[in-house]
């Protein structure tokens, strides 16, 4: 990560293929979607976890290959990023998924309340990713 800007990340040139299926094994994602030349090179991502509202900003700037968001405005973000590749521009986007997304911080959110209110009882209680794919029904974890 940079110094003054934890959400831009460098990476060695890995494919993109090999670099989304390493991310949706290592966040056990079952539905994440990727957009993008699979031989795509990716050296520096920016990240944007949760609702990213205002992605167009972060996938233009030269600098940044792939934009990695929980969800997005398919309508909006989504086109913008297949016109960009459409001109011939290298980048790509991986959208993991709400839950996914935010799931780690709300763990720290929980520990971060307990001592804020310790007459509250306060649990972290995580939530499962709520679709599936055809190849993977939801009852299948793996």
Not at 42 to 67: C, F, H, M
Not at 79 to 85: A, G, H, L, S, T
Not at 124 to 142: G, Q, V
């Amino acid at each position: 990560a940079e110094q003054d800007n934890l959400k831009l990340l460098t990476f060695p040139g890995t494919p993109l293929a090999k670099f989304a299926q390493e991310m949706e094994a290592k966040l056990s994602v079952r539905t994440m979607r990727v957009l993008g030349d699979p031989n795509l090179r990716v050296n520096r991502v920016i990240t944007s976890w949760g609702y990213v509202g205002a992605g167009i900003p972060l996938i233009s700037r030269d600098d940044v290959d792939v934009l990695v968001c929980g969800e997005t405005r398919e309508w909006e973000l989504v086109e913008y990023v297949q016109d960009m590749i459409a001109c011939g521009k290298k980048k790509a986007m991986i959208v993991v998924g709400h839950v996914v997304s935010e799931q780690a911080g709300m763990k720290v959110c929980a520990e971060w309340l307990k001592p804020l209110m310790p007459e509250v009882p306060v649990e972290f209680i995580a939530a499962s990713e709520p679709f599936w794919r055809p190849d993977k029904p939801w009852h299948s974890r793996t």
